[in-house]
């Protein structure tokens, strides 16, 4: 079974930093691309970022400049870090990753973690 553990969501002031960590465990062949959505309510789920496994980063136009996605292949964790954040941030942040298990490459989703930012 493979899982991706989310944390450091919260309620933070805006202009107030937060980071969203996410981590992969079970049994991996290896991993491709990492990334985080959100989903505010009422909305469609978006994508914030992602990262390939070499590094690779790609942001949505509201994030580039204040947000920046980061990964640490050997522990199979990918971070975002979230800094001048605004109310509009506000959703549900999830982590995905495209992991391979022996030899079958499929996309897993974290639960969720909440981010508010108050005004």
């Known amino acids: 079974q493979v899982q991706l553990v989310e944390s450091g969501g919260g309620l933070v002031q805006a202009g107030g930093s937060l980071r969203l960590s996410c981590a992969a465990s079970?049994?991996?062949?290896?991993?491709?691309?990492m990334g985080w959505y959100r989903q505010a309510p009422g909305k469609q789920r978006e994508l914030v970022a992602s990262?390939?496994?070499?590094?690779?980063?790609n942001y949505a136009e509201s994030v580039k400049g204040r947000f920046t996605i980061s990964r640490e292949n050997a522990k199979n964790t990918v971070y975002l870090q979230m800094n001048s954040l605004k109310p509009e941030d506000t959703a549900v942040y999830y982590c995905?990753?495209?992991?391979?298990?022996?030899?079958?490459?499929?996309?897993?989703w974290g639960q969720g973690t909440q981010v508010t930012v108050s005004s």
């Open positions: 990262i390939t496994s070499d590094g690779k980063t």
């Open positions: 995905t990753a495209q992991i391979g298990v022996v030899l079958k490459w499929n996309d897993y």
């Open positions: 079970g049994r991996i062949f290896g991993i491709n691309v």
